[in-house]
């Protein structure tokens, strides 16, 4: 790993493909400075679809034989999708600083970082395919020191954000997770359940259809009280922040536990309910913490949804609800310039994590650095 001098500009590529495993984004940063006083703008902003034979394999799992195959064939594409954006944008591979790769999450443990975490995407693969170095692996290095391994966007939205206002990031992807930046203090940060990931699964499941569009079956739909309690007593929902989960705990295992439990309501009953839980989870776990009311700004997929946002507002009456995009930075591009500001940090050093975010003993600095290999190209 290359040494820099902070005050010298550099030019990142994040990547990241979320646990939807629907699309890889990808964003150039242009970032000059450390610590607080980064400077950063962005350059440009891409999405690609993830091939549907990618998606289906991300979402089925397998042995290990067919993880180690997965692994290097999201590598392989994540290379070739990032050549094929920097081309497009007339940038070389070699006017890269880096680039840094979430990878695709295929497991996250369910509050015991014994359980581990699993990214995959080959980060040799992909640097082998850019023709670029890779920062990745950002999460093991947190579990080392005690943490959760998530969420691990924190350090870059106070880079992105600030902290002299206090606000929350709600980032409603698979998962909900959520950001508290107030002024002078280090942000929290916790999981507070699902999002998009049984949503998705139960329209896929009961619709054949990738999602709820507009949220227009939730909107037509009636809560179901009696799932809706029985959801609620997941005992995730009283576990103290920080805190995270992942999509085998809080994905296609709602939507299938919803349609035993109430096996004669329509899909759009269901939806409306998880969509309750949703907002319901988001608001307990704020209440949890003590915050009282201040600006949330939304982003992920889920901010899409209007119906999810509908009952976000009714639950939290005392929120401003304002979209990402709203404090400069676009909100389709946060979660890969969260992971183009963790790949500089590690550049740099730079610990960015906090015992009140992921749960350490200690902040971490996160990653590993993957360098080109030597290629014979003649």
């Keep these: 790993m290359q040494r820099v001098d902070p005050e010298v500009p550099r030019l990142w590529l994040g990547l990241n493909s979320g646990t939807s495993a629907d699309a890889l984004d990808l964003v150039l940063l242009e970032v000059a400075g450390a610590g607080a006083a980064r400077c950063i703008r962005q350059r440009a902003f891409g999405s690609r679809p993830l091939p549907p034979e990618l998606q289906q ?18 590598g392989r594409f994540f290379g070739e999708a990032a050549r094929a954006f920097l081309e ?30 699993l990214q995959l995407g080959a980060p040799a693969l992909l640097a082998a395919e850019l023709g670029a170095a890779v920062a990745a692996d950002f999460r093991w290095a947190d579990l080392a020191v005690g943490g959760q391994g998530a969420p691990i966007s924190p350090w870059a939205d106070r880079a992105l954000l600030g902290d002299a206002a206090e606000r929350v990031v709600l980032n409603l992807g698979g998962i909900a997770n959520l950001t508290w930046l107030q002024p002078g203090k280090p942000p929290q940060a916790w999981d507070a359940g699902p999002a998009n990931g049984p949503l998705d699964a139960l329209c896929r499941e009961a619709l054949g259809e990738p999602c709820d569009r507009d949220g227009r079956r939730a909107a037509a739909g ?29 994905g296609g295992v709602l939507a ?7 096996p004669d309501r329509t899909p759009e009953d269901l939806l409306a309910t998880l969509v309750e839980l949703v907002a319901w989870a988001v608001s307990e776990s704020l209440r949890k913490v003590g915050w009282s009311g201040s600006e949330v700004l939304l982003c992920g997929g889920g901010r899409r949804n209007p119906a999810l946002v509908a009952a976000l507002e009714r639950h939290l009456p005392e929120a401003r609800l304002t979209p990402f995009q709203a404090c400069g930075v676009d909100g389709d591009s946060r ?18 994590t906090w015992p009140s975010t992921t749960g350490g003993r200690c902040p971490a600095v996160l990653g590993s650095w993957s360098p080109v290999p030597v290629l014979d190209r003649t």
């Design 222 to 250: 009636q809560v179901v009280a009696a799932l809706l309690e029985v959801l609620q007593g997941d005992p995730y929902y009283a576990l103290a922040a920080p805190k995270s989960t992942g999509l085998e705990a809080h």
């Design 335 to 352: 979660e890969a310039a969260v992971f183009a500001l963790l790949g500089d940090a590690l550049l740099l050093g730079e610990p960015v």
């Design 88 to 117: 497009a944008q007339g940038v070389a591979p070699a006017e890269l600083t880096a680039a840094a790769s979430h990878g695709q999450t295929v497991f996250h443990h369910d509050g015991d970082p014994a359980g581990g975490t």
């Design 256 to 262: 299938t536990q919803a349609r035993a439990l109430a």
């Design 57 to 74: 394999a991300v979402r089925a799992g397998g042995d290990w034989p067919s993880l180690a195959r997965l692994h290097g064939a999201l």
